[in-house]
């Protein structure tokens, strides 16, 4: 039978900045980035985390990458707690799961030819002799539809979307079966994003990636994502099937974002009841931390935090909401 394990599995994790006590003794604030956050990832699937900014996104991309631990709860990769494994073997870790950043440019070391940007990680991570490397980074350049010459170049002589595809390329060199995508595509023009995401879905199908894409872009994750995580002030408000969650969305959050999303000949409603007040992260509430711009909220929504529970006839649609939207209903 198929292994049906999934590849990440994330419990109760959340990540804490600050906290403690000063040199002085005097306790210091702490600033909660992600909260109570379980989630997981199966093999193969285009998982997508969508939110505001400051919600929390690109902290939890980070923890799943292993560039940072979880304050509290865990995080196991193929059944393996990841901290423990970062710290016992980084070079193994970072074999099996890559990133790929934001800004393409300044996430390549200008001082360097592109042939050593992507030689590095075949080097120390795979340990490839000269011939061995040759082989690869041909390779690696016509995954991604670069010429080959363009290895003697540096950053600065690439445009925005190739120097994009050479991030891609460094994050597929040491064969890794998890991409952590942030914002890959935000920082360039449209219609080279549509180069770049179908690329991505190529080299998904070709050398059996798992993805996890984070966005603010609700179209484009929609367009990429199996399944979509929406985040909420550092936790979860909803999470299910993508085309589940943006035809009938169970989180009164997830209709304000799909109501605000820009589309052309349809104006931008913003509900009198949305404040654009975000909670205090050094005081979170005690309820639900979307209730002062919600619509739906009473006193046991900001008493009580909801669960995230399932809503529906899906059961893998799943939101924490005490009076979830109804079909057709605006925020």
């Known amino acids: 039978m198929p292994d049906t394990s999934p590849l990440v599995e994330m419990q109760q994790v959340e990540r804490r900045f600050g ?29 997508g985390i969508v939110g505001e900014s400051g919600c929390g996104k690109s902290t939890l991309a980070r923890m799943l990458a292993g560039l940072d631990s979880p304050t509290d709860g865990a995080i196991h990769f193929q059944g393996e707690d990841l901290a423990e494994a970062v710290r016992r073997d980084f070079k193994a870790m970072a074999r099996q799961i890559q990133y790929v950043f934001q800004d393409p440019i300044s996430s390549l070391n200008p001082r360097k030819t592109i042939r050593t940007i992507l030689e590095t990680p075949l080097i120390h991570l795979l340990g490839l002799k000269r011939a061995e490397r040759e082989a690869r980074l041909a390779e690696l350049m016509d995954a991604v539809n670069l010429r080959p010459e363009f290895l003697q170049r540096y950053p600065h002589e690439f445009s925005g979307g190739q120097a994009q595809r050479i991030g891609i390329a460094r994050a597929l060199a040491a064969s890794p079966k998890l991409i952590v995508l942030d914002e890959p595509v935000s920082a360039l023009d449209v219609s080279v994003q549509a180069q770049v995401l179908n690329l991505l879905d190529d080299l998904k199908q070709r050398f059996g ?123």
Request: charged share 20%; with cysteine; net charge negative.
């Open 19 to 47: 906290g403690g006590k000063s040199l002085f003794g005097k306790p210091r604030p702490a600033v909660h980035a992600v909260q109570s956050v379980s989630l997981e990832v199966q093999p193969g699937e285009t998982l």
């Open 209 to 331: 990636l798992t993805y996890v894409f984070i966005s603010h872009d609700l179209a484009v994750v929609e367009s990429v994502s199996d399944r979509v995580a929406v985040m909420y002030f550092g936790r979860l408000a909803e999470v299910g099937p993508a085309k589940r969650i943006f035809a009938q969305p169970a989180h009164h959050y997830t209709r304000l974002l799909l109501d605000s999303a820009p589309v052309p000949g349809k104006p931008v409603l913003v509900p009198e009841s949305e404040s654009g007040e975000l909670p205090d992260p050094f005081n979170p509430p005690p309820g639900c931390a979307f209730a002062a711009r919600c619509p739906a909220a009473d006193e046991r929504c900001r008493s009580e935090r909801p669960p995230l529970e399932a809503k529906g006839a899906e059961p893998e649609h799943l939101a924490a909401c005490f009076h979830p939207p109804r079909v057709g209903e605006r925020a």
